[in-house]
């Protein structure tokens, strides 16, 4: 590394901070003006013109494009209608990473957030709380990529020598043949799963456990004296009073879920029957060059959010009607 | 101060100490097999019929990375000092998916260096076709079998670069020499060998199909050598999908590899081991007479940990996959492929050095390396197996074809065909099956 | 925080009899335990990765990390390796700075307007206010891989419509292609960051926004004066959401970012194992080289972030 590798990027960052600045005072500027003449709409347009500009360039645009190349041949040069839905739902390979993108999203929102939430309750309140919650949020600052070298050292299985991945000597040590776990379908699947969990659970639990702190105590405390067990005051008093922020985790981890890539990639490449939806996406369109194919697994993936879409409509709706 | 925050602070002084521990200067990179550039490659007499490049950027993107990047700029090093250009060297681990994206974005590298006529026959609309000089070159430099495989619909694109002797079987001489083998020359001399070898108390062969997501792509080689041993028609035929994955001849060539592969009384560590060891390491047992043989391509040199002699009167050496007729002369190969994407006089200029056999010299001499260039010296590759395979190459009565699986598209040679190599050898499915399985897969 | 549900210590409580405290005790154990227990589990794995990264090449090859206790070895050489070999794929000390370089701006200005939008979004009424909100909220979806080819040509191509260029190529080169990056951050931070912050804005006391406009305060003077104030918690917490995104970020920075050179670290952490892959073993040391910094500023910054994600989603 030299000097001017140093100069040229801080330079760089200087002058890129400089430029934004310019533009935020400039849009503010002309918001000013408006806003004095009373002309609200026109606020709106500049506070909104910046964003809309960028998603429409940056997502809008190529979310049309992948619709019409999901009708059209492996290089874009033919229409072939549903053909590629058809091999989706028809080819075995495309079923099973449909199946696995199914339980992918059906076990990790759920395991996630119920062990997220069985550990906020579990530490709540308990000493050293913090650190409690800081080793298991850990995970969720380190990268897909930096967790699957993580986790290989977990998983890594050696025919012949001695073991160097942990699952395995444990294994050993209990006097147990050592297995290759990622190449040992259905199995494989869940291993992988479970380095997403990891990541997850520390968000899930430092959400809930600060939502648990806003449960008023003399609920818990009305219910106990009129003779409730923790479980019943667990299931009846806790879990509705902080129903909306379980319900927000689980839909973030659902959209998280869905759009995994990185891991798979890293750890087993889609091989050994371990596809999903996003990472197959990418083989297709990327690596083996099929166009129509990869746009196809992206309009299902689409279509799979549909439904926490239109419940998030029904939220707004619903938050509209309570404001009148 | 809370106890997150403790925490925090201990993590970042902890980590901090290490950077700066870890600072102590450049880390120093010396390797014996690392040579220097010849005489004449340095000289700037030999680059006046490039022209003057002064202030021209080419920018080069491959798969080499690490070591083998480095050695492959120095050799080029010399081209920019006397011309002036400045080459933008960049390597990829994933360089299917990154030249895809570049392409199709309109980001094209000037040049890339593809390591499979597969995906440069994707991009063909995109690629600039080789001048009539660089033409020339590319006949004085390689034998039309190479060419071919640089050659998309009748248009030559693209000279090879780097190239590979894959028929390979790794050995350990002077276990060999103590015991009184003889080094097979047919495939029933190499069976009647391994009975010898397994007979007398030791495994012939050790096998590893494991490479992380690619885990399988050992095993196709088997395959592809033995289907070449049958005739060039039939691997052409293979190949070009003219006759169906599952033909029974190449069913019966997995049968013949599973002489082999699926023998539990040649196999080190077992069958079962095959496709969870990994391929880097896998031939390592030969060192310990654990085993007595290792299937792998030339490359499989740089696999040996440091300390180990690799040639002909050392620790470990290899020898020609054998033939299965008499009077053939095979070899299974692979390869980068110089593809232009831009074009402009530094690019030309650029193709045409890279297609010299000044370039291709000085290569072989900045690292362990091969080449089938024509022009080039074979004593000066830097390690004995690079000099063999180099030798073999550049030998006109050698049959070359380029490894089958970076010919058939995507969706079997990197995919269908690897996962059917891990089934079978894993005794999941038959060699029928498996060949049906791929015959499936093969894209209509 | 007080020790309202607080099981750690088992006071004798009035009418309560010696089996029930036992009881109450002995389910305290186990919580403990299992509290305990999950806290290690997710521990070790990074844990190993930190004992794997300080040992030498030979042995992370040979046996697990956990024989770092029993037969200990030690080196910094891989570290040194990685961050400051001259060699292709060495030298990661460029691309940490890159990184930071790249996350900046890659956190400030998505967050910036997203704010802005969200203000509009929020507490602007125009028709067709819900629909774009919601189109918006959707988007979030939409797969970034799919949005690479067409954004990266619109950087290298321009854009033209009909023959008319609207945009000309960009034709960055070298440090300057770090600008494409982070606009391509910008565009795949806004939804989330709209989403986020929507919550929390319509949440804003509609009194305290209604008593301003009687004041005489313009949509721009509430929005500075009245707004930004109140959410900042909202806004510290997700410009920590896309910082630890833009960090992290592998294909944006791999796709964006010209040449090995002027890439993030996450983007070419894994090129570093060589051409076949040979030198895996440099991994954990790189790795954790990646990993520490957003660490350590997730664990300060905790705090912050935990009070804005609550903000926008108990209401949810």
Not at chain 2, 31 to 47: F, S
Not at chain 3, 30 to 44: E, F, P, R
């Amino acid at each position: 590394m030299e000097i001017t590798d140093l100069t040229d990027r801080f330079g760089l960052l200087l002058v890129g901070l400089v430029a934004f600045a310019a533009v935020l005072m400039a849009l503010y500027g002309i918001a000013e003006l408006a806003s004095r003449r009373n002309r609200s709409k026109l606020v709106a347009f500049i506070f909104l013109l910046p964003a809309v500009l960028f998603l429409a360039v940056g997502l809008v645009y190529p979310a049309i494009r992948t619709l019409f190349m999901s009708f059209y041949n492996k290089d874009g040069s033919e229409f072939i209608g549903l053909d590629n839905y058809h091999w989706a739902l028809t080819d075995p390979s495309a079923l099973q990473t449909l199946i696995n993108t199914a339980l992918w999203i059906i076990v990790v929102p759920l395991v996630s957030t119920a062990l997220g939430l069985l550990y906020a309750v579990l530490i709540d309140g308990r000493r050293g709380e913090r650190t409690y919650k800081a080793l298991v949020f850990l995970p969720m600052g380190i990268s897909f990529v930096g967790a699957s070298i993580i986790w290989r050292f977990v998983y890594q299985y050696n025919g012949t020598g001695e073991q160097i991945g942990l699952l395995n000597q444990l294994l050993v040590w209990v006097g147990i043949e050592p297995v290759n776990w990622l190449n040992t379908f259905p199995i494989n699947n869940f291993l992988l799963m479970v380095v997403l969990i990891w990541i997850e659970v520390g968000f899930a639990t430092v959400v809930l456990s600060a939502a648990l702190k806003g449960v008023p105590t003399e609920i818990i405390e009305a219910a106990r004296i009129d003779g409730a067990n923790s479980s019943q005051i667990f299931w009846n008093v806790t879990v509705p009073s902080i129903r909306s922020a379980i319900i927000v985790v689980a839909v973030t981890v659902f959209i998280a879920t869905l759009k995994l890539f990185d891991i798979v990639r890293a750890m087993t490449r889609g091989e050994h029957k371990t596809d999903v939806l996003a990472h197959n996406m990418w083989d297709q369109a990327l690596r083996l060059g099929n166009d129509g194919r990869g746009a196809t697994m992206a309009v299902l993936l689409f279509a799979l959010v549909i439904p926490v879409v239109i419940y998030q409509v029904y939220n707004v709706r619903r938050q509209q009607l309570e404001a009148r | 101060m809370s106890k997150t925050r403790r925490l925090a602070f201990l993590v970042a002084a902890t980590s901090a100490t290490a950077l700066v521990a870890a600072a102590c200067g450049a880390p120093e990179e010396d390797d014996d097999a690392r040579g220097a550039v010849p005489d004449d490659a340095t000289d700037c007499a030999n680059y006046e019929e490039y022209g003057d490049l002064e202030g021209e950027t080419v920018s080069i993107f491959g798969s080499i990375r690490d070591q083998e990047a480095d050695e492959m700029t120095e050799a080029w090093s010399y081209f920019e000092e006397c011309t002036g250009v400045t080459i933008e060297y960049e390597g990829s681990g994933e360089l299917e998916a990154d030249i895809k994206v570049r392409v199709d974005g309109g980001n094209a590298p000037d040049i890339a260096l593809l390591p499979q006529p597969g995906l440069m026959a994707n991009f063909a609309d995109s690629l600039v076709p080789a001048s009539d000089e660089l033409t020339a070159l590319a006949e004085e430099g390689w034998s039309e079998d190479w060419r071919g495989y640089g050659t998309v619909d009748g248009t030559f694109y693209a000279p090879p670069h780097s190239s590979n002797a894959k028929s390979f079987v790794w050995y350990s001489p002077s276990f060999f020499e103590d015991n009184g083998y003889e080094i097979p020359t047919t495939w029933d001399e190499m069976i009647d060998l391994s009975d010898q070898i397994a007979a007398d108390g030791t495994m012939p062969w050790c096998v590893g199909f494991e490479s992380g997501g690619a885990t399988g792509w050992p095993g196709t080689d088997w395959i592809e050598d033995i289907v070449l041993r049958e005739g060039t028609d039939v691997y052409d035929q293979w190949v070009d999908h003219e006759i169906p994955f599952n033909d029974p001849q190449i069913v019966s060539a997995f049968e013949k590899a599973g002489e082999i592969l699926t023998n539990e009384d040649y196999i080190y560590g077992g069958t079962d081991t095959i496709s969870s060891t990994p391929f880097q390491e896998a031939g390592w047992p030969i060192l310990e007479d654990g085993c007595a043989m290792h299937r792998q391509a030339s490359f499989y040199g740089a696999m040996w940990e440091g300390g180990i002699e690799v040639a002909e009167d050392g620790d470990v050496f290899a020898f020609r996959f054998p033939e299965t007729n008499e009077g053939d002369n095979t070899m299974l190969v692979a390869g980068e492929f110089v593809a232009a994407f831009n074009d402009n006089e530094a690019i030309e200029a650029t193709r045409q050095f890279l297609a010299s056999s000044l370039y291709h010299n000085a290569r072989l001499q900045t690292g362990p390396w091969s080449t089938a260039n024509q022009g080039v010296d074979p004593a000066s590759a830097t390690t004995p197996i690079n000099e063999f395979a180099t030798e073999i190459l550049t030998d006109p009565d050698v049959t070359v074809r380029f490894d089958g699986s970076d010919l058939m598209p995507g969706e079997v040679g990197a995919s269908s065909f690897w996962t059917g190599m891990i089934q079978w050898v894993d005794g999941e499915k038959s060699a029928q099956e498996v060949a049906d399985d791929i015959e499936n897969s093969w894209p209509q | 925080m007080s020790a309202k549900t607080s099981a750690s210590e088992a006071p004798a409580k009035i009418g309560e009899s010696r089996g029930e405290r036992i009881r109450r005790m002995l389910s305290s154990r186990t919580a403990s335990l299992v509290a305990v227990l999950i806290a290690v589990l997710w521990t070790i794995p990074t844990f190993g990765l930190f004992v794997n990264s300080f040992r030498p090449t030979d042995d992370i090859r040979a046996t697990g990390w956990w024989k770092m206790f029993t037969e200990p070895s030690f080196t910094l050489e891989t570290y040194n390796y990685v961050l400051y070999s001259t060699s292709q794929g060495g030298g990661l000390a460029r691309n940490l700075i890159n990184t930071v370089v790249i996350t900046i701006p890659g956190v400030v200005i998505p967050v910036t307007f997203a704010v802005m939008a969200a203000y509009a979004l929020s507490w602007i009424e125009f028709r067709g206010r819900n629909l774009l909100y919601i189109s918006i909220f959707a988007l979030q979806v939409v797969p970034l891989q799919m949005a690479l080819i067409p954004l990266l040509s619109f950087f290298s191509r321009g854009l033209s419509i009909g023959g008319v260029t609207i945009m000309p190529a960009w034709e960055l080169s070298g440090v300057q292609t770090i600008v494409q990056v982070w606009v391509a951050h910008t565009i795949f931070g806004l939804p989330l960051a709209i989403f986020l912050l929507h919550n929390f804005m319509r949440e804003l006391p509609g009194d305290v926004m209604e008593a301003a406009r009687i004041d005489g305060a313009s949509h721009s003077q509430i929005f500075r004066k009245v707004a930004l104030p109140l959410v900042t918690p909202a806004l510290a917490s997700i410009a920590i959401f896309q910082f630890l995104w833009v960090w992290n970020d592998f294909l944006v920075g791999r796709t964006f970012g010209g040449g090995l050179a002027t890439q993030p670290l996450t983007a070419v952490l894994g090129d570093l194992a060589g051409t076949r892959g040979f030198g895996w073993t440099r991994l954990p040391a790189a790795a954790f080289i990646a990993i520490i910094v957003p660490l350590i500023v997730f664990l300060l910054l905790q705090r912050y972030f935990v009070r804005g994600l609550l903000a926008g989603s108990v209401k949810g």
